[in-house]
């Protein structure tokens, strides 16, 4: 298994590891350290097995669960046979994140949101689904991986309650104007090289903190001076990125940005990496955050709005949880529905004039063509696992809970108003990006955090 449930687990939950630190990973401000006053222990004698290493607004992260935390990136990494990062490190990125999330999942209860049983057993399904088990096999992998049953449903809790803060918060952050697709059509329409391009970057953040000395400024210079000499001499970027990069999430992928349109990477990366060849390291930049350092692992033309996409024909039944009906009843009472249509005694359109409480109801829950990224992600997610004709479980989104049914797939060419369509979502894409890195800094700087003895 090599602890995929644990990564697994975060995915089915609804988080896009790559969304998760998407400005931390570019290289932008770190999160800013406002409200952290750091506590050293009293005694200096031999640690006990827990203790508090931080409290965030006056709840505490324990040693046990950084190790915790630790313990599942190390193995993922073991699991991908990329070389680990020093403890010391992994233990300091691990300890950042938790903070962050401590935070987040902190606004997520003070304004009411909640995640029930019942979505918790269909992300815990959804993880054994993919990987070919049943519940209970999972349940005992995970047990021998060191997590209890119980533990492991309260990460799958955290995670989705994670991503329902997230999405409600940034929603009204990402609106796209029609003069928002129009510049975005103008500028591929403007482009020097017609195909939009996608790269995979990796990156070397050497921060300087604000209102730094210029001391300060040199001696970072200076480190990434000696990073970029040591990758340009043929080292490791991965290890290299995991030693002496200051962006979180250096130590668990090795500085990798993933692969994206140009457009949704910082402007000081693509400047600097159009003239490079594949495999090539860009010299030392400067920004606001510090000094970058960025190699080109992979360049390529991506698929431009007008060219032949899939397109899936799905109808649906949407119910609402509200005061009368609970989401744990709306997930049973779609689950009926399924078992009638599938034993021929109901039938979809029927149910869905008769029940769904959004406007495809009139059209027996007809969603019409759809191209991938038209939908919230995991619907998508959902509705690309099907087959044609095929039905699945019920599953819950920000609107509500839903069963699903795949009529068919097509290749097609998009029409002018399909193209704007794509663009509007590849917009709002780049938009949720930088709410989110917004939206995180103001939470984390909100929060009042002490750190108190390191993590072992």
Request: glycine residues 6%.
């Amino acid at each position: 298994m090599n602890s995929r449930f644990l990564a697994l687990a975060l995915a089915c939950a609804g988080l896009a590891a790559g969304v998760a630190l998407p400005a931390a990973g570019q290289g932008l401000r770190s999160t800013p350290q406002i409200g952290v006053r750091t506590i050293p222990r009293a005694d200096a004698g031999p640690q006990p097995a827990d203790y508090i290493v931080a409290v965030v607004n006056s709840e505490p992260i324990t040693n046990n669960e950084v190790r915790r935390r630790m313990v599942r990136y190390e193995q993922q990494l073991a699991a991908q046979g990329s070389p680990l990062p020093p403890r010391a490190q992994l233990a300091r990125e691990v300890l950042d994140r938790l903070i962050t999330e401590k935070a987040q999942l902190q606004v997520a209860r003070e304004t009411g949101i909640k995640v029930d049983d019942a979505t918790v057993d269909q992300a815990e399904q959804t993880v054994a689904r993919q990987n070919n088990i049943d519940v209970n096999e999972l349940r005992r992998r995970v047990v021998a991986e060191g997590l209890s049953p119980a533990q492991f449903r309260d990460d799958l809790r955290n995670q989705i309650l994670l991503q329902r803060v997230r999405d409600r918060e940034l929603q009204s952050r990402a609106k796209v104007t029609e003069l928002d697709v129009d510049e975005y059509l103008r500028d591929q329409q403007n482009a020097p090289d017609p195909a939009l391009v996608e790269m995979n970057l990796a990156h070397i953040l050497v921060a300087v903190p604000e209102n730094a000395t210029p001391e300060q400024v040199a001696q970072a210079k200076a480190k990434a001076d000696k990073l970029l000499e040591r990758a340009r001499a043929g080292e490791d970027f991965a290890k290299l990125a995991r030693e002496g990069s200051d962006a979180a999430g250096a130590a668990q992928n090795g500085g990798v940005l993933g692969l994206r349109p140009a457009d949704r990477l910082p402007p000081l990366f693509v400047q600097a990496a159009s003239n490079l060849p594949q495999g090539g390291v860009s010299d030392v930049l400067r920004s606001q955050a510090g000094f970058h350092i960025v190699k080109v692992l992979e360049k390529r033309a991506a698929s431009k709005a007008g060219m032949s996409v899939t397109q899936s024909h799905a109808r649906h039944i949407l119910l609402r949880p509200n005061a009368q009906m609970s989401e744990a009843q709306a997930r049973q009472k779609l689950a009926d529905f399924k078992r009638r249509i599938l034993a021929g005694q109901a039938d979809f359109a029927t149910l869905a004039r008769e029940n769904s409480q959004d406007a495809s109801a009139k059209n027996g829950g007809d969603l019409g063509w759809a191209s991938a990224g038209m939908f919230v992600p995991e619907f998508d997610e959902v509705l690309d696992s099907l087959q044609p004709g095929q039905i699945s479980d019920p599953i819950t989104t920000r609107f509500g809970v839903h069963l699903i049914q795949l009529i068919e797939r097509r290749q097609a060419t998009l029409s002018p108003r399909e193209q704007r369509e794509v663009a509007r979502n590849l917009v709002r894409e780049k938009k949720l990006d930088e709410a989110y890195a917004r939206w995180t800094q103001e939470v984390r700087g909100r929060a009042y955090v002490e750190l108190r003895e390191p993590p072992q």
